[in-house]
Protein backbone atom coordinates (compact mmCIF):
# COMPACT_ATOMS: atom_id res chain seq x y z
CA UNK A 1 0.00 0.00 0.00
CA UNK A 2 1.36 3.88 -0.54
CA UNK A 3 1.13 4.27 2.91
CA UNK A 4 3.25 1.97 4.11
CA UNK A 5 5.74 2.53 1.41
CA UNK A 6 5.93 6.12 2.67
CA UNK A 7 6.64 5.51 6.10
CA UNK A 8 9.34 2.84 5.06
CA UNK A 9 10.76 5.30 3.01
CA UNK A 10 10.55 8.11 5.84
CA UNK A 11 12.13 5.35 8.32
CA UNK A 12 14.82 4.78 5.87
CA UNK A 13 15.68 8.59 5.47
CA UNK A 14 15.87 9.01 9.53
CA UNK A 15 18.03 5.62 9.69
CA UNK A 16 20.42 7.04 6.37
CA UNK A 17 20.56 10.76 8.24
CA UNK A 18 21.26 9.18 11.59
CA UNK A 19 23.97 6.81 9.71
CA UNK A 20 25.60 10.12 8.01
CA UNK A 21 25.42 12.04 11.53
CA UNK A 22 27.15 9.33 13.19
CA UNK A 23 29.72 8.91 10.43
CA UNK A 24 30.86 12.71 10.58
CA UNK A 25 30.84 12.63 14.18
CA UNK A 26 33.18 9.74 14.06
CA UNK A 27 34.92 11.47 11.38
CA UNK A 28 35.60 14.94 13.42
CA UNK A 29 36.63 12.84 16.57
CA UNK A 30 39.16 10.87 14.87
CA UNK A 31 40.46 14.34 13.33
CA UNK A 32 40.68 16.02 16.91
CA UNK A 33 42.00 12.70 18.14
CA UNK A 34 45.25 13.09 15.42
CA UNK A 35 45.67 16.63 15.79
CA UNK A 36 45.90 16.39 20.01
CA UNK A 37 48.50 13.69 19.65
CA UNK A 38 50.16 15.46 17.34
CA UNK A 39 50.73 18.05 19.19
CA UNK A 40 51.88 16.24 22.76
CA UNK A 41 53.76 13.67 20.46
CA UNK A 42 55.44 16.80 18.85
CA UNK A 43 57.53 17.92 22.29
CA UNK A 44 59.35 14.62 23.31
CA UNK A 45 60.31 14.60 19.83
CA UNK A 46 61.42 18.31 19.38
CA UNK A 47 63.47 17.93 22.88
CA UNK A 48 65.02 14.19 21.52
CA UNK A 49 66.00 15.64 18.38
CA UNK A 50 67.89 18.79 20.21
CA UNK A 51 69.89 16.14 22.02
CA UNK A 52 70.85 14.48 19.77
CA UNK A 53 72.34 17.02 17.26
CA UNK A 54 74.24 18.82 20.08
CA UNK A 55 75.63 14.88 20.37
CA UNK A 56 76.58 14.67 16.53
CA UNK A 57 77.77 18.18 16.63
CA UNK A 58 79.86 18.35 19.67
CA UNK A 59 78.99 17.01 23.03
CA UNK A 60 79.92 13.47 22.21
CA UNK A 61 83.57 14.17 23.33
CA UNK A 62 82.26 15.71 26.28
CA UNK A 63 81.01 13.15 29.26
CA UNK A 64 79.22 15.38 31.09
CA UNK A 65 77.01 16.56 28.11
CA UNK A 66 77.21 12.98 27.09
CA UNK A 67 75.42 11.91 29.99
CA UNK A 68 72.77 14.58 30.36
CA UNK A 69 71.85 13.89 26.79
CA UNK A 70 71.45 10.41 27.09
CA UNK A 71 69.38 10.82 30.26
CA UNK A 72 67.25 13.30 28.82
CA UNK A 73 66.39 12.07 25.47
CA UNK A 74 65.77 8.19 27.49
CA UNK A 75 63.23 9.92 29.93
CA UNK A 76 61.43 11.87 26.92
CA UNK A 77 61.44 8.34 25.37
CA UNK A 78 59.45 6.75 28.29
CA UNK A 79 57.27 9.65 28.41
CA UNK A 80 56.23 9.35 24.58
CA UNK A 81 56.19 5.16 25.32
CA UNK A 82 53.79 6.53 28.49
CA UNK A 83 51.84 8.45 25.93
CA UNK A 84 51.62 6.21 22.45
CA UNK A 85 50.21 3.79 25.24
CA UNK A 86 47.70 6.47 27.03
CA UNK A 87 46.68 7.45 23.45
CA UNK A 88 45.56 3.42 22.73
CA UNK A 89 43.60 2.99 25.49
CA UNK A 90 41.66 6.15 25.26
CA UNK A 91 41.05 4.97 21.23
CA UNK A 92 40.07 1.82 22.53
CA UNK A 93 37.96 3.31 25.46
CA UNK A 94 35.90 5.32 22.61
CA UNK A 95 34.96 2.28 20.37
CA UNK A 96 33.14 0.31 23.45
CA UNK A 97 29.63 0.63 23.18
CA UNK A 98 27.40 0.46 25.70
CA UNK A 99 27.81 -2.88 27.69
CA UNK A 100 24.01 -3.60 28.32
CA UNK A 101 23.42 -5.88 30.99
CA UNK A 102 26.55 -8.51 30.08
CA UNK A 103 29.68 -7.52 31.67
CA UNK A 104 29.68 -7.08 35.72
CA UNK A 105 32.40 -7.23 38.43
CA UNK A 106 32.58 -7.84 41.75
CA UNK A 107 33.46 -4.20 43.55
CA UNK A 108 34.43 -4.69 46.86
CA UNK A 109 37.05 -7.15 45.41
CA UNK A 110 38.10 -5.33 42.33
CA UNK A 111 38.92 -2.30 44.81
CA UNK A 112 40.54 -3.96 47.45
CA UNK A 113 42.59 -5.25 45.26
CA UNK A 114 44.04 -2.39 43.85
CA UNK A 115 43.97 -0.85 47.12
CA UNK A 116 46.47 -3.57 47.86
CA UNK A 117 48.67 -2.62 44.64
CA UNK A 118 48.68 0.57 45.73
CA UNK A 119 50.12 0.22 49.33
CA UNK A 120 52.70 -1.64 47.64
CA UNK A 121 53.51 0.72 45.75
CA UNK A 122 53.32 3.82 47.88
CA UNK A 123 54.21 2.37 50.83
CA UNK A 124 53.96 6.09 53.13
CA UNK A 125 50.08 6.46 51.89
CA UNK A 126 47.27 5.29 53.85
CA UNK A 127 44.57 4.01 51.90
CA UNK A 128 40.92 4.02 53.42
CA UNK A 129 37.86 2.16 52.33
CA UNK A 130 34.41 2.79 53.74
CA UNK A 131 31.36 1.26 53.08
CA UNK A 132 27.84 2.73 53.60
CA UNK A 133 24.17 1.06 53.13
CA UNK A 134 23.33 -2.48 53.61
CA UNK A 135 22.98 -3.62 49.97
CA UNK A 136 26.75 -3.10 49.34
CA UNK A 137 27.94 -5.93 51.34
CA UNK A 138 28.77 -7.47 48.41
CA UNK A 139 27.68 -5.32 45.48
CA UNK A 140 28.17 -6.58 41.92
CA UNK A 141 28.25 -3.71 39.09
CA UNK A 142 27.86 -3.47 35.67
CA UNK A 143 31.27 -3.13 34.07
CA UNK A 144 34.33 -5.80 32.52
CA UNK A 145 36.69 -5.91 35.67
CA UNK A 146 39.44 -4.93 33.67
CA UNK A 147 38.12 -1.51 32.84
CA UNK A 148 36.45 -0.69 36.65
CA UNK A 149 40.60 -1.38 38.07
CA UNK A 150 41.34 0.34 34.57
CA UNK A 151 39.11 3.67 35.98
CA UNK A 152 40.34 2.51 39.56
CA UNK A 153 43.95 2.88 39.51
CA UNK A 154 43.89 6.44 37.15
CA UNK A 155 41.78 8.08 39.67
CA UNK A 156 44.14 6.82 42.59
CA UNK A 157 47.27 7.34 40.56
CA UNK A 158 46.22 10.89 40.34
CA UNK A 159 44.86 11.44 43.95
CA UNK A 160 48.79 10.34 45.26
CA UNK A 161 50.08 12.67 42.53
CA UNK A 162 48.60 15.25 43.64
CA UNK A 163 48.95 15.03 47.67
CA UNK A 164 51.09 17.51 49.10
CA UNK A 165 52.22 16.87 52.91
CA UNK A 166 49.25 14.65 53.56
CA UNK A 167 49.85 11.43 52.43
CA UNK A 168 46.32 10.15 52.96
CA UNK A 169 43.41 8.63 50.65
CA UNK A 170 39.98 8.08 51.23
CA UNK A 171 37.52 5.78 49.10
CA UNK A 172 33.81 5.58 49.56
CA UNK A 173 30.59 3.27 48.45
CA UNK A 174 27.32 4.58 48.84
CA UNK A 175 23.97 3.45 47.17
CA UNK A 176 21.69 5.93 45.16
CA UNK A 177 18.86 5.52 42.75
CA UNK A 178 20.11 1.92 41.45
CA UNK A 179 23.64 3.25 41.08
CA UNK A 180 26.77 2.65 43.25
CA UNK A 181 28.54 5.53 43.92
CA UNK A 182 32.31 5.58 44.49
CA UNK A 183 34.36 8.76 45.77
CA UNK A 184 37.87 8.68 45.40
CA UNK A 185 39.36 11.42 48.16
CA UNK A 186 43.13 13.03 48.54
CA UNK A 187 44.18 15.96 50.92
CA UNK A 188 46.67 17.75 48.27
CA UNK A 189 46.72 20.54 45.94
CA UNK A 190 43.34 21.30 44.95
CA UNK A 191 41.85 22.21 41.84
CA UNK A 192 40.94 25.91 41.16
CA UNK A 193 37.54 26.46 40.16
CA UNK A 194 37.92 27.83 36.54
CA UNK A 195 39.97 24.23 35.76
CA UNK A 196 37.28 22.30 37.53
CA UNK A 197 34.81 21.29 34.48
CA UNK A 198 38.06 21.13 32.01
CA UNK A 199 39.82 18.32 34.23
CA UNK A 200 37.93 15.29 31.72
CA UNK A 201 39.16 16.71 28.69
CA UNK A 202 42.04 15.21 26.77
CA UNK A 203 45.19 16.36 27.18
CA UNK A 204 44.23 19.39 29.77
CA UNK A 205 46.40 19.94 33.10
CA UNK A 206 45.64 22.07 35.49
CA UNK A 207 49.51 23.12 35.97
CA UNK A 208 51.52 21.72 32.72
CA UNK A 209 54.58 22.49 34.72
CA UNK A 210 53.58 20.54 37.31
CA UNK A 211 51.88 18.08 35.32
CA UNK A 212 55.04 16.92 32.89
CA UNK A 213 57.42 17.13 35.84
CA UNK A 214 55.54 14.05 37.50
CA UNK A 215 54.98 12.21 34.08
CA UNK A 216 51.23 13.04 33.38
CA UNK A 217 49.74 13.82 29.60
CA UNK A 218 46.84 15.05 30.93
CA UNK A 219 44.93 11.29 29.52
CA UNK A 220 44.10 9.64 32.25
CA UNK A 221 40.49 11.20 33.54
CA UNK A 222 39.56 11.29 29.55
CA UNK A 223 40.17 7.90 29.58
CA UNK A 224 38.31 6.96 33.39
CA UNK A 225 35.22 9.76 31.83
CA UNK A 226 35.03 7.37 28.29
CA UNK A 227 35.14 3.95 30.05
CA UNK A 228 32.74 5.22 33.17
CA UNK A 229 29.87 6.48 30.55
CA UNK A 230 30.24 3.46 28.31
CA UNK A 231 28.86 1.60 31.00
CA UNK A 232 26.05 4.14 31.69
CA UNK A 233 27.46 6.18 34.87
CA UNK A 234 28.76 9.61 35.18
CA UNK A 235 32.11 11.51 36.54
CA UNK A 236 32.59 14.02 38.39
CA UNK A 237 34.92 16.07 40.65
CA UNK A 238 34.40 18.75 43.55
CA UNK A 239 37.91 20.34 45.21
CA UNK A 240 39.47 23.24 47.78
CA UNK A 241 42.58 24.55 46.91
CA UNK A 242 44.46 23.56 48.95
CA UNK A 243 42.33 21.40 50.88
CA UNK A 244 42.26 18.43 48.03
CA UNK A 245 40.09 17.09 45.66
CA UNK A 246 37.08 14.18 45.10
CA UNK A 247 36.46 12.59 41.93
CA UNK A 248 33.57 10.55 42.36
CA UNK A 249 32.14 7.93 39.75
CA UNK A 250 28.35 5.93 39.12
CA UNK A 251 28.09 2.69 38.01
CA UNK A 252 25.03 0.14 37.36
CA UNK A 253 24.33 -1.82 40.35
CA UNK A 254 23.23 -5.52 39.66
CA UNK A 255 20.90 -6.86 42.43
CA UNK A 256 22.43 -9.94 43.89
CA UNK A 257 20.32 -12.53 43.10
Same mark, same amino acid.
Given at each position: ?38 ? =?????? &? ?47 ? &? ?6 ? $? ?18 ? =? ?5 ? =? ?20 ? %? ?21 ? =? ?49 ? &?????? $? ?17 ? %? ?6
Amino acid at each position: EPSNSKDEMGELTNIFNDMMDQIEHSFNQQKRFVEDASH =ELRTPV &QIMEGHLKLLNRWGKNDPIILEESLQASIQELERMKKLVQELLDLSRAE &QIESKGSD $SSALLLKTIQQVIKNFELIH =EDFTFKL =EVYGENLDNPLVQISENHLEQI %LIIILDNAVKYSDQIHKIDISLE =EENGMVKITVRDYGVGIPDEDLSKIFHRFYRVDKARSRARGGNGLGLSIAK &QLVESY $SGEIYASSTLGKGTSITFT %LPLIENR
